[in-house]
């Protein structure tokens, strides 16, 4: 919990309960939650929590850049606390996000050096090898 804490203090985040426990559930769960997932899970431990305080909570952490919102599906916002550039991939079968490694030099584009790129989002959809293999 010491570690969560300086990471919260690092990116200029008071380290109260909540936010440390939304932190902690967005690092041990890499399945990249929705707010009603981590407030259904986090609900149990933390009686007074509402789904406000963790939607403000991960709303935070974007803005400070410990976390980043992941749109790969629509009307869907899902969390993902690995703020490095990576792609994911999300199977069309069982619904699962899978994180991939990418190369930003090495993503071919048209836009001119007069623009500035802050932000990569790279996203697949398809059937993941698990579902292909239980489907054949």
């Known amino acids: ?16 309960l909540i936010r440390l426990k939304v932190y902690e559930y967005l690092v041990n769960h890499k399945t990249h ?13 933390i009686p007074t929590l509402s ?28 969390f993902d606390a690995d703020t490095s550039v990576h792609g994911h991939f999300r199977c069309k079968s069982c619904g699962k996000i899978y994180d991939f490694s990418v190369k930003p030099d090495f993503i071919q584009s048209s836009l001119s050096s007069e623009f500035i790129v802050d932000e990569i989002y790279v996203y697949y959809k398809g059937i993941c090898p698990y579902c292909k293999n239980k489907n054949n």
């Open 51 to 78: 789904k406000t305080s963790v939607y403000n909570t991960l709303s935070l952490f974007v803005e400070k850049g410990l976390a980043q919102v992941i749109t790969i599906e629509e009307n869907i916002a899902r």
């Open 33 to 45: 939650p929705t707010v009603d997932e981590i407030y259904s899970s986090l609900v149990l431990e």
């Open 1 to 16: 919990m010491a570690f969560l804490k300086s990471k919260l203090l690092q990116k200029g985040i008071k380290p109260s």
